[in-house]
Structures are given as structure tokens and as C-alpha cells.
């Protein structure tokens, strides 16, 4: 993979800093060859997130299917969700361990923090949304909509304004016992706006096959939501973008920002110039992994991976570390990229 002249100067001054430092005995891996061979250039506006001298690492594997990643600034972990076994797990920055959080989550699927650190997630097999609170105990914010149950909750984000929570209700966890449990759906698959304080839920469109993965722009001017429909319909997988209208209570201008022919794309995440990173899974080797669209659509690059992946968040002091859920393992890579967000 070609570089250029400021990445392999980079990777001489990553070199010389460790020939400056302490040796340390430890068991390791055999060593990769810089540069990773999983990043791939498809729009040469790519480069300037790369990393010349970092690698892939594995950091974990045991689980389904890892999902829901989020992470935590002030405790330096990701919560993530490994589905069917029914836990949450957690990984810890500093020592690198992954250890159960929660056992068992409700097949718990996407997670995320409101900005008084309490983590929100996504129940399958409840289908509800719940909060935790200081004390570490699940707080019902939703679980029914016009009076009927909703589908399975996917995935949420926080409106920083009014810590209005928006969710994804595709049902996936009502489809299989595998996820959750097996029910037919009595609501269609939508986005909410959830106001945590009065509890007061609003369906803000329908207008999506399967609403999955999601996340704001930066400006949290714009929300863009993961299509998954090619799993149940024969549709091809997209991300559709809205813009964000009274603080995230209303959507407007609906527009398709990208269409995937092959796979699709689940977990989402922004970067600060507005880039949309998305987890990619079921497209087979050279498709899944990671693919990064600029704001205009056009698919700058991908981080190749050997597993299907469903989500992904940014992590670290500065954010420029990706988390990455496979299926069966998590990953991190280090990014020129900054996480808009901080779950």
C-alpha cells in the first residue's frame, strides 16, 4: 500500500521514540509489518486519517456477536454487548482485560451515555429502553408506543440541548431466540425521540425499512441512521440522513447519503470533519470491516477486517482510537481521525 513521505517520517519518529524507552520483558504476538495491510484508499482525501505505523490489533474474542459499543471517558472502558450470550462486557483502556459488566443484559444491544454519564441501553428480550443510574440499577424510560410493546430497541444517541434520547426500533431481537425472543411485531419499524424527563415518546419516522445504527453529525445538525433492510427485504442497504429540527424532536429532508450493494452497514459513527465511519458485515472478505464516507457520500476508504463487524465508537483521551466490534472479537486501530462525540 503506497504512503507518503509524512507517514514514513512518522513511523521513523514512532520508531526512534522505542529505541529511546525502557525494554520491557513480556510474551507478544509476532510483530506486523507497518503499514497495516487493512487500510484501503479509495479517495485520496483517505490519507489524511491513516496511520502509517500503527497496527489492527485484537484486543479480545469469545463472544456471538459483540455489539453496542460505548465508551466511557471518566472510567476509560467500552461497554459493548455480546447478544446471544445475554452479557455485557466491558474493556478496560489501562489493562487492556475484558470482563463481564452485566450477567445477564436482556440481550441487551446498543449502549450509550447521556452527559451525566449514565449509560443507556437498548433491551432485546424487553423489548425497552433503560437507563442506569448511579447506584447501577435499570431505570424504565420506554418500553410501549400508542399503547402497544415496541419491536426491540437497536441503538441510541443523546441530544446534548435537552438530553433527548433518539432510538432505532427495528425488531431484530424479536425475530430469534438466538437475540432475544420471538414474537410478530405490533408497531412498524421506526425512530423515537425519547424525552427522559417526562417520558413523553414520539415516533419520528417510519419512512426506514430496518432502522438500525445511528448517529448525529457534528453539529448534531444532521441525524444519520443505518438501513439494514436487505436482511428482511429486498432492498438494498443504505444510510438515509434527515436534518435535526427542534433539538432533535422533529426530522425534515429526508435523503439517501449512501446505498451498499453488497452486505450492510450497522454500527455508525462521525468523525470532527464530518466524516461517517460505518460498520460493515456480510459482504465477505474486501467488504467487511470498516467504510468511511465524507460528507458528500463519496467512500473515501475502508479498514479491512477478518470479521463481519456490527459497531464501532471512538475512544482514548483524544478520541482517535477505534473500538471495533466483530462478531466473534473486538478490535482497535489508531486513527488521524477525531470521534465527534464522546459516546
Not at 433491551?123 to 420506554?142: D, I, K
Not at 435537552?162 to 419499524?189: A, C, K, M, Q
Amino acid at each position: 500500500m503506497d504512503f507518503d513521505r509524512r507517514s514514513f517520517i512518522g513511523g521513523l519518529a514512532a520508531v526512534a521514540s522505542l529505541a529511546s524507552s525502557p525494554a520491557v520483558s513480556q510474551s507478544a504476538p509476532e510483530p506486523q509489518r507497518y503499514p497495516d495491510e487493512a487500510w484501503k484508499v479509495l479517495d485520496e482525501r483517505f490519507r489524511k486519517y491513516m496511520i502509517g505505523n500503527t497496527p489492527l490489533q485484537r484486543q479480545w474474542t469469545g463472544s456471538l456477536w459483540a455489539e453496542g459499543s460505548a465508551w466511557n471517558g471518566v472510567g476509560r472502558y467500552v461497554v459493548f454487548s455480546d447478544i446471544p450470550n445475554d452479557r455485557q462486557m466491558r474493556w478496560d483502556e489501562v489493562t487492556g482485560a475484558v470482563t463481564p459488566l452485566r450477567v445477564p443484559a436482556h440481550f441487551s444491544n446498543g449502549n450509550t451515555f447521556d452527559f451525566e454519564g449514565r449509560q443507556i441501553s437498548c433491551e432485546h428480550s424487553t423489548a425497552r429502553v433503560v437507563r442506569y443510574g448511579w447506584q447501577g440499577e435499570p431505570e424504565v424510560l420506554a418500553e410501549s408506543y400508542d399503547g402497544k410493546p415496541l419491536n426491540a430497541p437497536n441503538d441510541a444517541v443523546v441530544h446534548p440541548a435537552t438530553g433527548g434520547i433518539i432510538f432505532t426500533d427495528p425488531g431484530y431481537g424479536s425475530h430469534w431466540w438466538y437475540e432475544g425472543n420471538v414474537r410478530e411485531l405490533e408497531l412498524p419499524t421506526s425512530v423515537y425521540h425519547l424525552d427522559p424527563r417526562s417520558r413523553t415518546l414520539t415516533r419520528l419516522t417510519d419512512e426506514i425499512f430496518k432502522p438500525n445504527g445511528l448517529c448525529f453529525s457534528p453539529d448534531y445538525r444532521k441525524l444519520y441512521v443505518a438501513d439494514t433492510a436487505a436482511t428482511h427485504h429486498p432492498e438494498p442497504a443504505r444510510i438515509i440522513s434527515w436534518d435535526v429540527e427542534d433539538d432533535g424532536r422533529r426530522l425534515a429532508n429526508r435523503q439517501v447519503f449512501t446505498t451498499l450493494e453488497k452486505g450492510f452497514h450497522d454500527g455508525i459513527r462521525a468523525d470532527v470533519d464530518g466524516n461517517i465511519w460505518a460498520a460493515t458485515a456480510f459482504g465477505g472478505a474486501g467488504i467487511d470491516g470498516i467504510h468511511v464516507y465524507a460528507p458528500d457520500g463519496v467512500k473515501l476508504g475502508q479498514i479491512l477486517m477478518p470479521e463481519a463487524c456490527a459497531n464501532l465508537t471512538f475512544v482514548g483521551k483524544h478520541r482517535n482510537r477505534l473500538f471495533i466490534c466483530g462478531s466473534q472479537s473486538v478490535y482497535t486501530i489508531y486513527t488521524a481521525a477525531q470521534g465527534a462525540h464522546i459516546a
